[in-house]
């Protein structure tokens, strides 16, 4: 992204035009290309920091999908807004921030692993205003699609890998039946009653001269 944006100043030129225009042909390439694109040094360093604190809690803390739910939140997040953005380029790659935060949110809470509840709330602390940024027209010249999609697409992979990566663990002393007591009539006390009343006489049991109905 700093590469891209360093040869636009560079050769003095704009490359808004490889970002996404929905449902026209030449908005397809931007479905990968739109989150290299930044307008200016502001939106792209905006960008940068929180696409570095929540890839690497990706990675860390689900290293074993990091790698398909990146490919995926930066796929479904473009070809999303080209399907349902409005007429104009989207460019940037706060779709995928929203994308990651929203994946790491959702899995933490889906998972009901302590470590990564703590992870989701730390990225609702650090991220949570960014709520507003899916408010219709609330920003200006702020792509609100990008981020709502995004937002869709992380919710989908984290529904879509929870039963992979990090699960809430199983302890010995939670798989081990509760040892009780035995209860009256089971085996055990079945086993005992026949042993004491081996030789014994029931006194329902009818002697010699008893009457019986």
């Known amino acids: 992204m700093w590469f891209v944006k360093i040869c636009e ?105 302590f470590r990564l509840i703590a992870l989701s709330l730390l990225v609702v602390f650090l991220y949570g205003s960014m709520v507003w940024g899916m408010v219709p027209e609330l920003y200006k010249n702020v792509s609100w699609e990008a981020h709502m999609l995004g937002f869709i697409a992380g919710i989908i992979l984290a529904l879509w890998y929870r039963d992979e990566g990090p699960q809430n663990p199983v302890y010995e002393w939670m798989e081990e039946e509760d040892v009780r007591e035995p209860r009256a009539g089971s085996e055990e006390y079945g086993t005992e009653s026949k042993e004491q009343g081996a030789g014994s006489k029931s006194p329902f049991e009818g002697g010699a001269g008893d009457v019986r109905e």
Do not use: M, Q
């Open 9 to 113: 100043i560079l050769f003095g030129t704009d490359l808004s035009f490889l970002g996404i225009w929905p449902l026209e042909l030449k908005g397809i390439p931007g479905i990968f290309l739109s989150p290299l694109i930044h307008a200016d040094f502001r939106h792209l360093f905006n960008n940068t920091i929180p696409l570095i604190f929540l890839w690497t809690g990706i990675f860390y803390f689900y290293s074993e999908v990091a790698l398909r739910v990146s490919f995926w939140i930066y796929v479904l997040t473009g070809l999303f807004v080209w399907l349902a953005g409005r007429d104009a380029w989207h460019i940037g790659a706060s779709g995928l921030v929203y994308g990651f935060a929203s994946f790491l949110f959702f899995s933490g809470i889906i998972r009901r692993y």
